[in-house]
């Protein structure tokens, strides 16, 4: 059974990925193995940096490229590959206690809403659960995170 998600949903620059550094601090603290999903909606990116290895492998024309140490794996695979949040979870993280997801607007995920303006939060709710409801110019962390906490300790609804 995949890990819980709870998406960070809100317009671009709204402070989400703030939120989400400090979630995943704070969940970690508490003993908790968080992983972190991000949805690109603009297309192509790239996560190697410009001129080194496995960029170059991947502008060779490499389909898949890996980086490995003794701290980290990553894979780049050039395809057409699912965006469904439930698929990627289950794949990729069995080994997690909670997903936080930056985005996935559309997906039905419990989720926590950053907003710009009073009102703007009727733009994010798709009917999905809100654990918390916040501004990025007054974010109480605290609180958020105790809003998680308790989602988290609830059984799952059947």
């Given amino acids: ?24 601090k704070g969940l970690k603290n508490r003993g908790l193995r968080v992983g972190a999903l991000k949805y690109h909606k603009h297309g192509d990116f790239e996560i190697d940096v410009k001129g080194k290895d496995t960029w170059k492998y991947t502008k060779a024309g490499a389909g898949t490229v890996a980086i490995t140490s003794s701290v980290k794996f990553a894979v780049i695979k050039n395809e057409n590959a699912t965006t469904d949040i ?4 289950e794949k990729y993280f069995d080994d997690i206690d909670v997903i936080l ?9 419990p989720r926590i809403i950053v ?21 990025e110019k007054s974010m109480d ?15 799952p609804a059947n």
């Fill in 1 to 24: 059974m995949p890990p819980p998600v709870i998406c960070i949903v809100g317009n671009s620059k709204s402070g989400k990925t703030r939120l989400m550094e400090a979630l995943i």
């Fill in 86 to 89: 439930d698929e990627i979870c």
């Fill in 101 to 109: 997801a930056d985005g996935f607007t559309q997906s039905d995920k």
């Fill in 115 to 135: 907003v710009e303006n009073e009102g703007d939060e009727v733009i994010f709710e798709k009917r999905c659960r809100v654990i918390s409801i916040t501004e």
């Fill in 141 to 155: 962390l605290k609180h958020i995170l105790n809003s998680v906490i308790e989602f988290l300790d609830r059984p």
